[in-house]
């Protein structure tokens, strides 16, 4: 366990780093612009995001460490590593696209393209480590929850759709 715990703390903390960067486009604007938007009944109280994504980047950190923890040099574990990367930047990206460009159709499909990536990359994590496929689900509920949420924005400020 020692020995692999190590990739665990790498991934972690690489998880957490992009959280905590993406979150400098999200402070730009979340007191700003982000309350200026309609927003449907069921979105969350502002407060309740930093805690929710601190939990999951640490579940996929943990996860991507059970998987790199499998050997690298495997290609199963290189392919389930690289969806890995590639969603945590569509996941980062989004905060990007969303608070700091206000973009928020744009921000649907990273979004939407973050869903599908992540969906991927559980199935890729279930070949190498069930374990690791099993820590993405929250992540993966909440960015479908939170797909809705940009959906129903983006129709109740830019279709003049009511939700």
Known sequence: MTKKLPRILITV?????IG????????SSVDTWY??????????????FAPVWTVLYV?????????????????WVKTAIYHFGFQLVLNGMWSIVF????????????II????????TIKWFRVVDKRAAWLLYPYVAWVGFATVLNFSIWQLNYLGVRC
């Not at 903390?13 to 780093?17: F, H, P, Q, S, Y």
Request: proline share 6%.
């Open 13 to 17: 903390a690489i998880c957490l780093l």
């Open 20 to 27: 905590f960067l993406s979150s400098f486009a999200t402070r």
């Open 35 to 48: 309350p200026t938007l309609n927003k449907p009944s069921f979105n969350p109280p502002n407060w309740i």
């Open 59 to 75: 579940l996929m950190g943990i996860a991507a460490g059970i998987v790199w923890n499998r050997g690298f040099y495997h290609k």
């Open 99 to 110: 608070f700091g460009m206000q973009k928020v159709f744009w921000a649907l499909v990273v």
């Open 113 to 120: 393209a973050l869903l599908v990536l992540l969906l991927f």
